[in-house]
Each structure stands twice: as C-alpha cells, then as structure tokens.
C-alpha cells in the first residue's frame, strides 16, 4: 500500500487507529519561550507576571501536557539568561528535548541538556501507512525540503504575529488563548484546515481541481505546464521571464505533439 501524506487522507486514516494517535500526542513542538525575559510578557502579552514567569513557562505551559516519557522539539529561543541558569530552567523542563537554534540561543548552542543540537531538522514519523515529513526551523521558510511532495514546516520567531503561506505554521508558546506546545497529531489537525484553504482556493481558480502541475523544462528552459484529464495542455511562460520567448505560447492537443517539437524534462511535480 502507498503511504499516505496529504493531511486529510492522514486525519481519515487515523480516524481508525486510536494507538497511533496516542502515539502522536507524545511528540511536541513548540518555540520562543524566551525564559528570563521579563519584557516579552507585555511584548505578547503573556497571563502571567515577571516574578512568575519563568514558573509559568515550566508548570502551565510545557510541564502541564509534556511527560516526561515524551517528546519535546523547542524550535528555537529558549532563554535570555547565561548558560548556566538556562540550563537549570531546561532541566525543570519535561521531555527528552531536541533543539533547533534560535537566535537567542548563542548561550546554549553547545549545552548537554538536549538529545540534539542543529539549525534545522528534517522530522519523519513513519507508521504503518504513515509517512509525515516536517522540517523544523526557527524561521519562517518560503520552501523547505519535500514541499512539493507534501511536507510540512513548522517553525517560530515570529511570536504568532506572521501567517505564513501554505503547509507552514508558527508553533510558538504565544498564540493568544492557547499558550502551550502542539503535538504531532494537532500538528496534522492544523495543517489540514489549512490544507482545505489551498483546497478552496483551488476550486475558484479557472483550472480544474483535478489538473496536476508540473515543473518542466523545455529545451532546457523552465516552463509551467498544466495537464488536463484529457491529456491536454497549454503552456504557461508566465515563469519565463523571458520576452523573446514569448513567441514559444503553443496549445498542444496531445505529448505525441510535444515530443515532435520540443525536447522536454520534467524537473518536480507541485501543487497549482
């Protein structure tokens, strides 16, 4: 059987296995909790005070749903203070804990209190039919690997003030009203509602929804090409950016027709 990566074909399969649910709430994400950092709390406007931050940080908003047990990837900006008190504030966090830097995290890039240290990580979770593919930033990213295919990005920075576009979503603690990390099957929650709105936009589109796209070069020059379900096409040089290939706009009826006039590659499948 294939395995399944598009989040609604995900969520339906998991509608049947309530164990690997279970599962995927053991693994979480989450970002900028900026420890020892009193003036973020009027910056995002966090429910708490500057003597009890750090306390809330550890018991209301990490400690409160990451079990010891789980999982817990920090996408970076963990603590403003010197290494040491950081440290102490990360021991008091639950989880065997992955870090991804962030730019507030020069203190701790080298510290011994995580499984792991890197600038971005590629994250897989593979079960059964399952294949989730996340890379994991600090930063919003504009592509990131296997996007194409599918993959999410998680990634934080921006304290929840910036939307990125598509399969991408800020995981930091500062949402207003929910202040807390996201697990992995939430994860796939969220990228499903936001799944449905390239869907919608899709269906306003002039194209079929059933159009698959593809990044092709023709006589190795990158074109746009959508294919209909009759096998038809019509070449798209908006992408060109080339005026003399202007000349080059064909509607082509079938491939028989393209492979007599043109020497073509394709290069990666993506989403209209």
Request: hydrophobic letters at 35%; one cysteine or more.
């Amino acid at each position: 059987m294939s395995t399944l990566k598009n989040p609604k074909d995900i969520l339906d399969y998991l509608s049947g296995k309530p164990y690997v649910v279970e599962e995927m709430k053991t693994i979480w994400f989450t970002s900028d909790l900026h420890a020892h950092h009193n003036k973020i709390i009027e910056i995002c406007k966090r429910p708490t005070t500057p003597e009890e931050h750090n306390d809330w940080l550890v018991k209301e908003v990490i400690n409160k749903y990451v079990q010891r047990k789980h999982s817990l990837y920090i996408l970076g900006d963990v603590s403003m203070a010197k290494k040491s008190e950081a440290e102490k504030f990360i021991d008091r966090l639950n989880g065997n804990k992955h870090l991804i830097l962030g730019n507030h995290d020069k203190q701790i890039h080298n510290s011994t209190k995580f499984s792991e240290i890197t600038q971005i990580k590629d994250f897989t979770y593979s079960k059964e039919r399952l294949n989730i593919h996340i890379v994991l930033c600090h930063f919003p990213l504009a592509s990131w690997n296997r996007k194409i295919y599918g993959s999410f990005n998680l990634f934080g920075h921006c304290h929840c003030k910036f939307e990125n576009k598509g399969l991408s979503y800020d995981v930091g603690v500062d949402r207003i009203g929910f202040w807390k990390p996201s697990n992995l099957y939430e994860i796939c929650e969220i990228m499903y509602e936001r799944y449905k709105t390239i869907e919608d936009w899709n269906k306003t589109n002039v194209l079929d929804m059933k159009n698959i796209a593809y990044v092709i070069c023709c006589n190795d020059y990158p074109m746009f090409v959508v294919i209909n379900d009759d096998n038809c096409a019509h070449i798209k040089l908006e992408l060109l950016k080339r005026a003399h290939f202007e000349k080059l706009k064909h509607d082509f009826t079938s491939f028989e027709q393209y492979n007599k006039q043109c020497s073509w590659r394709i290069d990666e499948v993506d989403y209209i």
